[in-house]
């Protein structure tokens, strides 16, 4: 199945051969390829196979050939056209100088935090397959349950519906991505559980069409596939142009979790702390006080603050602070809003209480911490 070189054109041409097609993948190169005047070749986006490309003529390829179930004729083609080649996946051996990954372990990370700022002690990772991605998934939200103290479960897929009965509920369910993660809910519905409120369950890869129109829409890690797809053209550019590649591999984090139904509650027993931690986060982006809140839930801010402190263990303060401050994070890392239209936006009083705040929570300024974020990206 032989490649060609494409000597009749400045214009780069470019493959884009993944056998599990990611659109917000295509989105990112398909925005650098606009801006480079690549010539961008992307119909396995239709056929899923490879059959087309033969002959083929190119510069480079950018691709996911599978490592469970690799498509073995797109490895041999990347392997035999000794085009410069940038992959899309962490595991298997498929011929790229370079790789951009996902980070799997900060995506398993980013689920636990999820269930736990919703306040579950108890915390279960559905694992479904015996593969790279899922063990790291699985490590990253294991080491982020035992570092904060709490209780950890692993459950296979298949024994989830003999399990959940000796489960501990409340409970948050992490599984590998939303596919997996709709199957629990399935099995937890079936078995007669509330979703979320005895069950609470985040999936991973934020798929929009497939978390919103689950039976209860499912929260889900939103992976950054998009910067996935545009940092792998960039170094694929720079391959085509004769630079060596990356001596390690370019690993992609994530952007926080869209919170749906599966996990709209918070696992306390007491009512009126559950009451206050509700008010905090629909309202934090809010100029809001703890007398604000007293009032609102009926009590004194003092015996509030005492009881709300006694049974989670950090201050309503706290918790306002680092609701802002992640959300701050998050505008800084996504738009180009200056740091007083966070601070705004955020609920801070000002820009000289929100850098205080953050420099506090986060140990950088705000304009240090997306000066930070930019470096990372691009180098």
Known sequence: MPIKLNNASKRKRVLLAMYWWEERVFDGVARFATENNWILDSRMRWTHTDQFITPWRGDGIIANPGFTRPLKNLVSLIHDSG????????????????????????????????LISREFRNLAYVKCADNALERERLEGFKKIVLESDLRFYEVSCSELKNQLSQLPKPIGLMAANDFNAHDAMTVCIEAGYTIPHEIAIVGADDSKAFCEHTEIPLSSVRCRFEEQGYQAAVILDRLMRGEAPPETEYAIGTDGVT????????????EL??????????????????????????????????????????????????????????????TDQKVDTVAYECGFSGRHHFIRSFTREVGMTPTEFRKSANQSENS
Do not use: W
């Open 83 to 114: 085009l410069p080649c940038v992959g899309l996946q962490k595991f298997g051996d498929y011929g790229s100088g370079a790789r951009v990954v996902n980070d799997h372990r900060k995506v398993g990370e980013e689920g636990a935090r999820h």
């Open 259 to 270: 919170e749906r139904k599966s996990t709209d509650t918070i696992a306390v027993e007491d």
């Open 273 to 334: 702390t559950r009451r206050t931690l509700a008010i905090i986060r629909e309202r934090y982006r809010e100029r809001l006080k703890v007398k604000d809140i007293a009032e609102m839930v009926g009590i004194s801010p003092r015996s509030l603050q005492i009881s709300f402190r006694d049974r989670l263990g950090f201050t309503m303060s706290s918790e306002i602070a680092r609701l802002r401050t992640d959300f701050a994070k998050h505008l800084l890392l996504n």
